[in-house]
């Protein structure tokens, strides 16, 4: 008698799990369009667009400190050349390096801080056919700083 109550019960969970499969199936599948096109979806202003990075420029660059070590948690800041706020922020990793991709076809000013040490500015025109430019900042101690 035990043993066919155990048989049931390993039966009806069987059954339950291929009807709840079933059901998962079924749902998974795609919609089917509506026969009617007399109600179009409109389309909206505010609907994601896929953004390709076929046009962007590259600049990416490597930081030194005096001693010509890699120096991480530099922070560099990009801007377009002809606007006052910063557009792009990034810190270098732990060998000193940054990477950000910017829209082609502009000029940026690119500026590198870190504290203790003077400010590095450079200047890149990213019209180029090339797509990247590779930038080496060397920093140096600020004027009446602490070394």
Avoid: C
């Amino acid at each position: 008698m035990m043993h066919r109550v155990r048989w049931i019960s390993v039966l009806a969970t069987a059954l339950l799990l291929a009807l709840s499969t079933a059901q998962f199936a079924k749902s998974q599948e795609p919609a089917q369009p509506s026969a009617s096109p007399s109600n179009p979806v409109p389309h909206s202003k505010w609907s994601k667009q896929k953004y390709s990075h076929a046009n962007d420029f590259l600049l990416h660059g490597t930081v030194f400190n005096e001693q010509a070590l890699s120096f991480p948690a530099v922070e560099v800041r990009i801007r377009r050349a002809n606007e006052k706020k910063f557009r792009w922020r990034t810190l270098t990793n732990s060998r000193g390096e940054f990477a950000v991709r910017v829209p082609q076809g502009a000029q940026y000013q690119i500026v590198v801080r870190a504290k203790g040490f003077a400010d590095q500015e450079r200047f890149v025109d990213a019209h180029g056919e090339a797509g990247e430019q590779n930038l080496v900042f060397h920093m140096q101690h600020a004027a009446g700083g602490t070394k």
